[in-house]
């Protein structure tokens, strides 16, 4: 699916717009657990056979620098134990989530009663997080994607959950991630237009005095976009 190719003033508009908060910041410097098939109900187990500013903007001696490489803000997760049927379900649902237990059970060999519960069991560990309807944001009018750097004036927790909490209750960011490296977050962000994005930027970033700089892609072709997973089985 491809988007409108912006004009050359809108980029020029966008430059001027980085450059403008860039300065600015400048200026502020100085001045559930899983189931084992054990635990399932006899009948179940035998149902189952088998920059613009960014590259120039020296860096900020009161922020403490981020280790390269270093996890952030990693927490131990428990993986709950997942045989090869649970593996062929969850890539018929991640597929399409409306697919009826029937048909995936045609599918991997179960019956619709052992999938059903393969599925609840996967819910309540967490395993299955969501199960949404993906919109076409062309055909609703936001047709403009933008990928945003994001760095800090500081790295302390409040200011970092303030953003955090600002980006979340903000439905123009389609993803937000808090990533190692010069910048502190990377957005997706989704707009009807330039005006649009110009307008989020403003309310975000340069009216955000803990925002330092930003720096902006805008998003050509939508090469690939989803949530998929690359599913393998345990050996």
Known sequence: MRIERPRPGDLQGLDALDQHVACRRG?????????????????????????SSASTTPPNPDKPQKREGSPVNLVDVHTPDLDSLDYAILEQLQ?????????????????????????????????????????????????????VLVEMERETHEILEAFRRQVL????????????GTADFALVITCRDMTGFEAFAHRVFVDNPDVRHFTTSVVMDRVKVGLTLPLEPPC
């Open 95 to 147: 597929a399409d989530a409306r697919t009826i237990a029937e048909t995936i059970g045609v599918k991997v060999g179960l019956s619709a009663a052992a999938v059903q519960r393969r599925i609840k069991r996967l819910r309540e560990a967490g395993v299955i997080h969501r199960e949404v309807a993906v919109l076409d944001p062309v055909t609703l009018g936001l047709p403009m994607t933008f990928i």
């Open 169 to 180: 209750d903000d439905d123009s960011v389609q993803q937000c991630y808090y990533v190692t």
């Open 27 to 51: 200026e502020q410097a100085r001045a559930q657990p899983g189931v084992d098939v054990g635990d399932l109900e006899p009948e179940q187990q035998r149902e189952d056979p088998i920059d």
